[in-house]
């Protein structure tokens, strides 16, 4: 029986003379494929950092929701309040026309009279009068329909008039009772010239009343119509 040979290690066969360039070649080319895993994390951004080109929601600044949503009900008032605002800034334009025209055709319907004692008095002319009359009733449904839609233009809480628009409403104080007062006068100014006598009392302040009420009316529409802006009347 034969005795068991040991196994041998034999050495490797010995490689050609350019074999280990390639097996480095190959191995750093293996390096450079498969990044390490430290590679990896750098190139990939850390999540929930914002981006460069990102923007700024409502929500970053504060806004909850409800507060970003719109309010239907108050822009359909919004919406309102403005149609109705121009539609009164238009008729007081218009309103305009006739108010100046009713006072520069009022001499036409006075009394004329000299201070030549035994002249007695000229009585105006039933055409001038009329004239006056049609075109002050015009100028009082006019200025009333101008009213109307200043008065029931939705109202918007927590505004206050300031500047041109305050005085706008101020000089309302003004020449809203003159159009009350001034067809009053004149009716009585009629009436004396009517009997044959001089226009006297309260009645003979119907021509300044009418100067003043246009004066005023006047004055309102330049304090919107205008580019001025009035700080005088603006406080904090």
Known sequence: MRPAIAALSLPDAPLPADAPREAAQSQSGNQEQSPSPQQGQK?????????????????????????????????????KRTHMLKVHQTLGLITLAPMAATVFVASGAKQKYSHIPGVPLKQP????????????????????????????????????????????????????????????????????????????????????????????????????SWPIHWKFWEHE
């Open 43 to 79: 190139q990939k951004p850390a999540q929930g950092a914002p981006s460069s080109d990102s923007s700024l929601s409502l929500g970053d600044l504060g806004f909850t929701p409800a507060q970003t949503q719109s309010n239907a009900k108050l822009q359909a008032r919004l919406n």
């Open 125 to 224: 002319s039933t055409e001038g009068v009329d004239l006056h009359a049609a075109l002050g009733s015009l100028t009082a449904v006019m200025y009333g329909a101008t009213a109307y839609f200043a008065i029931a233009a939705p109202k918007i809480a927590g505004t206050k008039p300031k500047g041109a628009i305050r005085l706008h409403r101020d000089l309302v104080w003004i020449h809203g009772p003159g159009m009350i007062l001034t067809p009053i006068l004149g009716g009585m100014a009629l009436n004396q010239e009517n009997q044959g006598q001089k226009v006297h009392g309260i009645a003979k302040a119907h021509g300044a009343v009418a100067g003043v009420t246009l004066a005023a009316y006047a004055a309102a529409i330049v304090s919107v």
